[in-house]
């Protein structure tokens, strides 16, 4: 049996463990190639001397992650907006509970933004099934993520759960640390942001008292990004077609690292971060519910409210709706050129992947237009 209060399988390194591990980490030749991509002008040699000198999480992700990332984002964007960030306090622990598009970039966006305004990083919720290379565990773990375990038992998975909800537990009441997790197990292949019930119910584990007086103390904070372009639109169409033909498709570890370097690489255009309202007296309401599943599906239902209606939507998000329904409703929104802009990145996206059929198109219009139907349900227009 699982011992449920041993983290040891599943948490981030100490501090202390940093530098022995990035010593080891620089032996691998994998690591060493990618490294020599983001230090193109750098030496091996004065790579492992900034490596030698780190001794914290909070070091590296300062002399490393950071700048790798303000790397990558100058590259694959044109411009990172936030804004809900002044309802922060600085040395307060906090839930943030996102939407889920991007396998490496949703929670690196939000702890980039947290980092440059002063904020603690969070600790990240990260499924097992993106960390079959050792390399990248180390990676991730250096860079404070937890691993969740998928695909277990129904008896096994209940043990693994409880194991990560006192986790998350001992990470926010006790160490004062913030966490990121995604509303969902896995991304959200068609652009729907909904919330599953069972995240919430796995997070109620960690409490000994009731279960809402519990989530209430656990700060609980929706965050919404979107992406102006989703680099991995196309790959999602294709994995939704797959699973339609056939219910039991599981993508491969290397489908995964696809996904992730696409995800790093590929265009994004802009990007736009919400911290919305922490969900906190909201909670005398939900407990009125006589029914516990109503009441984890009130919550739910008020997580996805806030994600949906804190989306910000781009042009390509109203003319993908606009062309699904075959009108133009929103076309104040957009222009002529962003019409032509859209509807010439959807062509070339389908026909490099071979997938120029009507049902592909169909797919690949409804990742972007999804975003707007789910907000227009809560604002009316």
């Not at 100490?14 to 193109?40: C, H, I, Q, T």
């Not at 996102?98 to 939000?110: C, E, G, K, T």
């Not at 994995?239 to 996904?259: A, G, M, T």
Request: charged share 30%; hydrophobic share 35%; with cysteine.
């Amino acid at each position: 049996m699982i011992d449920v209060r041993n983290f040891d399988e599943i948490r981030p390194f100490r501090d202390e463990e940093v530098n022995g591990v990035l010593m080891k980490l620089l032996e691998n030749p994998s690591f060493r190639n990618l490294a020599s991509l983001f230090y193109p002008e750098m030496p091996l040699e004065d790579i492992k001397k900034i490596f030698s000198g780190i001794r914290s999480l909070r070091e590296f992700q300062e002399k490393v992650t950071y700048i790798v990332l303000k790397k990558i984002l100058g590259k694959s964007s044109s411009e990172i907006s936030c804004i809900g960030f002044e309802i922060l306090e600085k040395g307060k622990a906090y839930l943030f509970i996102s939407n889920h598009h991007d396998i490496v970039l949703d929670p690196s966006i939000l702890n980039v933004l947290l980092f440059e305004k002063g904020f603690n990083t969070t600790k990240i919720a990260i499924g097992d099934n993106l960390l079959h290379n050792e390399w990248i565990r180390t990676v991730a773990r250096l860079n404070k993520s937890f691993i969740v375990h998928r695909n277990t038992s129904f008896k096994h998975g209940y043990y693994i759960s409880q194991r990560l909800s006192n986790f998350i537990r001992k990470s926010l009441l006790d160490d004062r640390e913030s966490v990121w997790i995604a509303q969902r197990e896995g991304r959200a292949k068609d652009g729907n942001d909904v919330t599953q019930v069972s995240l919430l119910k796995m997070l109620a584990y960690g409490g000994d008292e009731d279960s809402f007086e519990y989530l209430k103390s656990l700060n609980i904070i929706p965050v919404s990004i979107s992406y102006e372009f989703d680099p991995c639109d196309i790959l999602k169409v294709r994995e939704l077609i797959e699973k339609e033909k056939n219910k039991h498709y599981r993508k491969s570890p290397e489908d995964d690292v696809i996904s992730m370097s696409m995800g790093l690489r590929g265009n994004k255009g802009r990007i736009h971060a919400t911290i919305g309202k922490i969900i906190d007296e909201e909670f005398d309401q939900i407990v009125q519910h006589e029914s516990q599943r109503v009441q984890f599906q009130a919550l739910a239902a008020l997580i996805d409210e806030q994600i949906q209606t804190n989306i910000r939507l781009w042009p390509s998000n109203y003319i993908a709706y606009d062309l699904l329904l075959n009108r133009e409703n929103h076309s104040d929104l957009y222009s002529g050129e962003d019409q032509d802009v859209f509807k010439s990145y959807i062509e070339k996206r389908l026909s490099d992947s071979h997938l120029d059929n009507p049902d592909a198109r169909t797919k690949i219009l409804s990742i972007y237009a999804n975003p707007v139907k789910n907000k227009l349900r809560y604002t009316g227009f």
